[in-house]
Nanobody, 126 residues
Framework: VQLAESGGGSAESGGSLRLTCAAS????????MAWFRQGPGDDREAVAA???????SYADSVKGRFTISQDSAKNNLYLQMNSLKPEDAATYYC?????????????????????WGKGTRVTVSS
């Protein structure tokens, strides 16, 4: 499985961006897909995840502002980011898991994901 993010760039505070993750290869067996982000000097943090049943999970910091979605074929994952804040600036990574887990409890754990993209950078000006 290969993951490739796109859609990053610059936005003003309060603006919007839409990230896309294109998945290729053997994607039929993927259970969860997620977005993580990492700022300079920071740990990688979970932003949002979505299960094969399209159930979403969100970090408290992005609830009500970001929306995760995937297409029916699960070949593309999206992150619609609205009302952007300067603290949203980071490199955003797409991740996918080939095994099931307790989404409610474990979706934020990086080691649960088997595949990672190379990231797309988001900057937000105040």
């Amino acid at each position: 499985v290969q993951l490739a993010e796109s859609g990053g760039g610059s936005a003003e505070s309060g603006g919007s961006l839409r990230l896309t993750c294109a998945a290729s290869g053997y994607t039929d067996h993927l259970y969860y897909m997620a977005w993580f982000r990492q700022g300079p000097g920071d740990d990688r943090e979970a932003v949002a995840a979505i299960g094969s049943d399209n159930s979403p999970s969100y970090a408290d910091s992005v609830k009500g502002r970001f929306t995760i979605s995937q297409d029916s074929a699960k070949n593309n994952l999206y992150l619609q980011m609205n009302s952007l804040k300067p603290e949203d600036a980071a490199t955003y990574y797409c991740a996918a898991a080939r095994r099931g887990f307790n989404q409610n409890v474990e979706w934020t754990r990086t080691y649960k994901y088997n595949y990672w993209g190379k990231g797309t950078r988001v900057t937000v000006s105040s």
